[in-house]
């Protein structure tokens, strides 16, 4: 038997075995609390605004998930959840699921990301709107552009995708994938959704905290240049 499916509710011989529960990831857990806290600090992730998550397992897919509706500057071990691959929770005893789950599932699917990471800072949700006609926010020159995985000069285009906003997540997450599976360029980063706020991810954890960091920093800067926001 696979060691990943040890992890799965069974019953075997009269005994049970638990799903996978945050408990038994506390770094990863205090990892995602820790950029929580700072993501606060740094105004990307007021009030109960966000959600981050952590690939746990590829087979089955499992996600160590923030809750809904928790304060992710003050965010507890007991405010996870762990998702199965759609997006739905092994044990309806952890907290519910954001619903934006899906978004994430899908682009660990998809492009293989290891931590995906959702902010919903002030630049991000203005630009995003400002642009949301063109359905794409493009950044170039930027020594910063290095900070992304695979881009090793400054004399470099990043573009990022900006979708609609809507409360259809799963038809949205449906679009995205389309797009992922047919190697979208303005999708090798991150995407924006208009008037809403960034999705980033990477390898890890440290790496999605590196993307959003230099988005963010992108962001402020073309803002502050363009002060029309034009």
Request: hydrophobic fraction near 40%; proline fraction near 5%.
């Amino acid at each position: 038997m696979p060691v990943a499916s040890l992890l799965e509710p069974l019953i075997i011989a009269g005994m049970s075995i638990a799903s996978p529960h945050p408990n038994d990831y506390p770094e990863l857990t205090a990892e995602l609390i820790a950029t929580g806290r700072e993501f606060y600090a740094r105004s990307w992730s007021l009030a109960t605004s966000s959600n981050y998550s952590v690939v746990v397992n590829r087979e089955p897919l499992r996600l160590l998930l923030t809750g809904s509706g928790f304060d992710k500057g003050r965010l507890t071990p007991d405010q996870f959840v762990i998702v199965d691959g759609d997006g739905k929770r092994l044990d309806d005893s952890q907290p519910k699921p954001s619903a934006e789950t899906r978004l994430h599932t899908v682009l660990a699917k998809t492009v293989g990301a290891g931590s995906i990471l959702h902010t919903h800072s002030v630049w991000a949700t203005v630009l995003s709107e400002r642009h949301a006609s063109t359905g794409v926010l493009e950044l170039a020159g930027y020594e910063m552009i290095k900070a992304f995985a695979g881009i090793t000069t400054h004399e470099n285009r990043v573009r990022i995708a900006i979708v609609p906003n809507t409360q259809d997540i799963d038809a949205l997450a449906s679009r995205l994938e389309v797009r992922l599976q047919a190697g979208d360029r303005d999708l090798r980063h991150g995407f924006l959704m208009a008037g809403h706020g960034l999705y980033t991810w990477g390898k890890d954890i440290p790496e999605a905290r590196r993307h959003i960091e230099a988005c963010e920093f992108l962001f402020e800067v073309y803002a502050r240049k363009y002060s029309t926001i034009s």
